[in-house]
C-alpha cells in the first residue's frame, strides 16, 4: 500500500536559519495519505476479508446492534464475560439438552464431550446441588436430581425441570393414623342392693374402639411434600470462548 506524500507551503519571506533547521520546517509542512480503502479495524454485520483476519472485528448483529470484539485465530473468537469453570449459579427451568445449546453452547452432552476452549457446552449441571443418575439426591429447592428414598416400597416422586406440585396442607386419612384403641366405659346399673351406678370397663364391646384387634390407624404415612417447582442448578463449563 503506498503512501502519497503532499507538500505544504513555507510562510511567506521565509528564511532557515540553519540547514537542519531548514529541514525541519520542510518535513513541518509535510503530510502524508494511504491510497485505496483502509482501516484499523473490521466493523460492521460482515465476516471480514481473508485479507483483514489479522485486526479485530467489531460485530454487530443482523438488526445493526452491537454484539462484542471478536479476533481471529483460526476461526472468530471471543472471551465469554463470565470467567470459566466459576462459582457463579444460575436457576435453569428448561430440560439439561437446552441448557448445553444456552448462550452459544454448541448443544454437545458434556459427559461424552467435554468442552474445550471453542466447543461443547457453554453452561452444564452443577452436580453440587445434584444429578439425575440418583448418585446424590435432591436439595432445596427441590428438583436437582432425585430422592433415593422409599416409601411403603413406593419410590420417591421423581421431579424434572418444569414440573409443579406439593401440598401446602392435607388431611389425613384413617389409616395415617399411628395404630392405637380406646378403652371404654359404660353405666353399670345392675348393682346388686341398688346402690349408686359406676363406670366399669367394657371388656364386651368388639367394635373399632374396643380392642387392639379392632384397633383404628394403620401408620401409613401421609403426603410431607412443600410447594415445588423442578428446576436445574447450572455453572459455567471449562468452555472461554465464544465462536463465530
Known amino acids: 500500500m503506498n503512501v ?3 507538500a505544504g507551503q513555507l510562510p511567506a519571506g521565509y528564511c532557515w536559519a540553519s540547514p537542519q533547521q531548514y529541514l525541519n520546517d520542510i518535513v513541518s509542512v509535510i503530510t502524508a495519505a494511504l491510497t485505496g480503502n483502509f482501516s ?3 466493523f460492521g454485520t460482515d465476516t471480514p476479508a481473508p485479507e483483514d483476519q489479522d485486526k479485530p472485528w467489531f460485530r454487530l448483529n443482523a438488526d445493526g446492534s452491537p454484539d462484542r470484539w471478536y479476533v481471529f485465530m483460526g476461526q472468530w473468537i471471543s472471551p465469554h464475560p463470565i470467567p470459566p469453570s ?3 449459579v444460575i436457576i435453569w427451568k428448561d430440560t439439561e439438552s437446552a441448557l448445553w445449546s444456552y448462550d452459544g453452547g454448541d448443544g454437545k452432552d458434556p459427559t461424552s464431550n467435554p468442552p ?5 457446552a457453554m453452561w452444564v449441571r452443577d452436580t453440587d446441588f445434584g444429578s439425575d443418575d440418583g448418585t446424590k439426591c435432591f436439595r432445596f429447592p427441590v428438583g436437582a436430581g432425585k430422592n433415593p428414598t422409599a416409601y411403603e ?3 420417591a416422586t421423581s421431579i424434572q425441570p418444569g414440573d409443579e406440585g406439593g401440598d401446602e396442607r392435607v ?3 384413617l389409616d395415617q393414623l399411628v395404630p392405637h384403641y380406646h378403652p371404654c366405659k359404660k ?3 345392675g348393682v346388686s342392693g341398688g346402690g349408686t351406678p359406676v363406670l366399669q370397663d367394657d371388656t364386651s364391646l368388639s367394635v373399632a374402639i374396643g380392642n387392639t384387634e379392632n384397633s383404628i390407624g394403620a401408620g ?3 403426603n410431607n411434600m412443600p410447594p415445588y417447582r423442578g428446576v436445574i442448578f447450572a455453572k459455567r463449563s471449562s468452555r472461554i470462548y465464544l465462536t463465530l
Open 4 to 6: 502519497v506524500l503532499t
Open 187 to 189: 353405666d353399670n346399673i
Open 40 to 42: 484499523g479495524i473490521n
Open 116 to 120: 474445550t476452549a471453542v466447543s461443547g
Open 171 to 173: 388431611v389425613q386419612t
Open 220 to 222: 401409613d404415612s401421609a
Open 153 to 155: 416400597t413406593n419410590p
Open 86 to 88: 466459576g462459582q457463579q
